[in-house]
């Protein structure tokens, strides 16, 4: 799974003071399922109940399959349409650009 990848990642660089940060956006259909997921990540999320914010990123940013990860910065906006297989095949590599 790509999650405790990506856990593993971010709390290395966490530990080594890189200035990042990883957002989760769910589209889990519940509440529960949310929460059941988000429970094993250190990042921070959209709130479940804020359902119009996660839908307008999911429109604006085109995504249409899960996990899809984004990377994107102050300059460029979004960088890296797939975050996810930068990470997956250089997880040393940030910022994966």
């Keep these: 799974m790509f ?4 856990r593993q990642v971010y709390l290395g660089l ?3 003071g ?6 989760f956006c ?14 094993s990540m250190p990042w921070k999320a959209i ?3 804020n359902y ?5 990123l999911s429109n604006t940013f085109h995504i249409s399959g ?16 797939e975050g996810r297989a930068a ?5 040393s590599g940030f910022p994966w650009k």
Excluded: H, W
Aim: charged share 35%; hydrophobic share 30%.
């Design 26 to 39: 769910s589209a889990d259909n519940g509440i529960r399922e949310f929460q059941e997921y988000y429970d």
């Design 3 to 6: 999650t405790p990848r990506l």
């Design 18 to 23: 890189v200035d990042f940060e990883v957002i």
């Design 47 to 49: 709130p479940f109940e």
């Design 66 to 81: 899960i996990p899809t990860l984004l990377l994107m910065d102050e300059e460029s906006g979004v960088y890296n349409e």
């Design 14 to 16: 966490k530990n080594k």
């Design 87 to 91: 990470i997956i095949s250089n997880p």
């Design 52 to 56: 119009e914010i996660r839908e307008k």
